[in-house]
């Protein structure tokens, strides 16, 4: 049995940020999650699905995030709790969504759980789903330890009963992938009966239509709820100040930041001096609450991941207490004390803090700073980001360059977010033009593609992968072929969704639940929408390019898919298809006229230059076996032999 | 020579649109390839010296060096170049199948040349669709599988590399001016390579004005006929100023001049008209239609004509002083307008510090070229 379902109120167990939150979920009963992998997200839904079955839960990987939002939705109408998971871009793509399930208002407990990424550790930006709480007036929860993040969960999904609406709870990765201590709450017996009640008289918010209409009077409702909310906040448990009675300065704080302030404050041994304020509830503020504490000095640092969203909204509190509590100095990202990029660590807030309370402190020696910077620039080897060994994304892209290259035409290829991601950079052959959202390559180009009348002659090819197909690629891939665009859309199919870990997607025969599920079939759609479609294998350069360049000339919607299976697959793992060796006596290293292109241009780390023997050799651990190398070499000096008690 | 390496061969040929698609450069290392007539450059490559840059037409040749090397006898402007006589020739009665150009001699001289053991391949320009792909061949049939002109730049001498590298000797190779320029760059071993084997042992040049680039070439006809129907190509000599498109049932004639702008940049500054660098030059004759113009230059060439007259395989005849005239004025036209664009586009005999040149020729010939 998972350690999870551990039925021991009381009794304290170590857990993963993620699991706490699943945790939390369990303790309040949850009856349907739903989410979108992405990090650092995806282990909630991932831990859920494995008790699923134990604790009679519904759990699913939705195609996208808005779609996860509607599921979860729908459960709560029916009268259900439920989660939805999904990292910080994910409330973006379901953002429609929200703005009327705010207004339509929610029935059995509906929490939202975005896991934020500030500076970007996983991703390639660090939006703020905090923001949304604003935007969407719904009520925002950040909790600051691991205890929060279940304790949150259970209180959350009280609230969002209380307030019928959506609650969320913020997490970031320095909390959702870290591990502490969780007490645990009791595990409840009774599971709920599904029911929509739609019989009800229109503005009846538990039987009536669930709809945005009357929006006026919705909106009222939705901004009631809002400081119904509020109210609760004013005795949130989650909200804490720890300090002296007179405090010189008082840090305002929230989520990870809460640990890093603490922190600060005992390095510069400020305890006496500094008080903290931890805020759990941090949209909308709780004015009574925030009047005491803000009575109790002239001076605050607000310290807050990534933007001044917290800063912000205590100042315009503080202004309008201002009549009664007198004028306060509110610091933090605004004057420039702290970054508003990036994460923030603790040396960062002991150097705003130690100016304001002038005690002087170097969080490293001057020297020591020096010499590693000194060290990092001459003595570290460059490490850039690449594609594992065997990936066949590399594969994938070695063909499309060289495609590129050889239509002449100056054609590039737009993309999006993935492991495929990386071929903007040297390991991809620096393929990748453009870089957006999910699905975004194929729209973009399908932009690109329409511009043939303004002199446009570039070729147009877009990447996306499998997962990516069915979460936001297929509307862009409709709007071109509709519109007569002519792109060549090129389908990464390493079957899985798996950069965040082999998650199952519509594409695959199983579902999160590990139930045999109907797989959709890419090509099938491709070819319904009527888009000109090919198969290959993107191991087989050879066979790859050639068809590349065929599409490339021809005009219209092609899609081409590429598909082979992950390299870090389960299924592939361990399992080397070839042997694959140099061989010393073909290979001729430094003398051969290839410049020594397997190791400076191909780079996949299974092949390595021998620098003693000035040859290239094959890295027996990190090398996967693929045969893709053998390919490369223009001399034949790679060899790859079947193995065939692995394949037969 | 001057030799230099990838970047530089990028920079000054391919970049500058100078690239005519030889194929010298082709299937020497991973990096340079050609599709459909263009040759592209698929990564940077870090070498200082290649023999890329090295076997360029396009880029530093060195007419002087390479004159000196090639005839022990300094480059000047004789129209012709060095030649050891010029003669009308054809195919011999009933010695060639299918359709030929003009005479048929390349065709004829090639299969005679495989038959008698003096090559064991020929390397000839075949094409798929409109699209020019090298061919090797060892028998007759795919000589005349081979035949009738392409017009369009093609990348023949991929196929002499990887001859060479897989070690396949005694070829021969059916070469324009450019490619046989080439030819005779490779043929000194710029780089000194220990492991360097000369795969060719018979240079035949054919005649070029200049060639068309292929990539224009396929849009330019596909706008105006259907290009599957496309059997035959020509451009009659002077005076005529057409290029014929031969679709079976029908003829068409496109003016020349609407033809020209499909030339490559690289072709302009071409100062060679007759394959100067072969063993024997063929072209066609002006007023003669079922004739070719047939120069020979080396002692193999002559060997070859000499015997080929002798089997039946050609026929020969004495040249008409007019023609001859003519043709040695269109050659010297070529050369005066090479030099004075090359000149133009600061191309010739740079010597600045990191300028460098499309070619090289003695000044006094230069001046000889540009002078009244």
Redesign the interface.
Known sequence: MSHLLTDEPGSRILLMGNEAIARGALEAGVNVAAGYPGTPSSEIIETLSKVARDRGLYVEWSANEKVAMEVAAAASFAGLRSLCVMKQNGVNVGSDFLLHLGLTGTRGGMVLVPCDDPGALSSINEGESRQFARLLELPLLEPGDFQELKDMIVWAFQLSEEIRNLVFVRSVTRLSHASGNVVLGPLPGETRKARFKHRGFILDEMEGVVASMPMEYRHRRQQEKLKQAVERFESSPFNTYTGPEHPELVVITSSACHLYSREAIHLLGVEDRVGLLKLGTTFPLPPVFMEKHLGLTDRFLVVEEVIPFLEENVKILAQELAPRIGPKTIMGKRDGRLPTVGELNPDLVVEALASLVEVPYESAPEAYVKRGQELMFFGAPNRELTFCPGCPHRASFWSI??AL????RDGFVCGDIGCYTLAVLPTG?STLKTLHAMGSGTGVASGFGKLGRFGMDQPVVSVCGDSTFFHAAMPALINAIHHGSDITMVVLDNSGTAMTGFQPHPGLDVDALGHKAPAISIEDVCRSLGAQVRVCDPFDLETTQATL?ELLDRAGVKVLILRQICGLSPEKKRHKKYEVAVNPEVCLGEAC???R?CT??FRCPGLIWDKRAGKARVDEVLGTGCGVFAS?C?KGAIEKVENREVTG | MRIFGPNELKADVQDKGLCVGCGACVN????F?N?QG?T????P???EK??CHAYCPKTEVDYTELSQARWKRPYDASPLGTHDGVVMARAGEGRVEGRVQAGGTVSALTAFALREGMIEEAVLTNREGLVPVPQMVGDETGIYGCATSKYTAAPTLSEVNRAAREGIRNVGVVATPCQATALALMRENPLDREDFVDPVSLVIGLFCTWALDT?KLIPFLESRVDVSRIQWMDIPPPPAEVFVLDLGNEEIQIPLDEIRALVPRGCLLCPDMTSEWADVSVGVLEGEPEWNTLIVRTEKGRALVDKAVEAGSIVVKEMPAANLEHLRTAALNKKKRAVARAREENLLNNTDEGERAAFRMDPSVVEELTGS
């Open positions: 360059h060289n290259e050889l239509d002449g052959f360049l006229g290839c410049n292109l400076r241009i490369i223009a | 020497l290392c991973p990096y390839k599709h263009k592209v450059m698929l990564f490559c870090t070498l290649g023999r990539r």
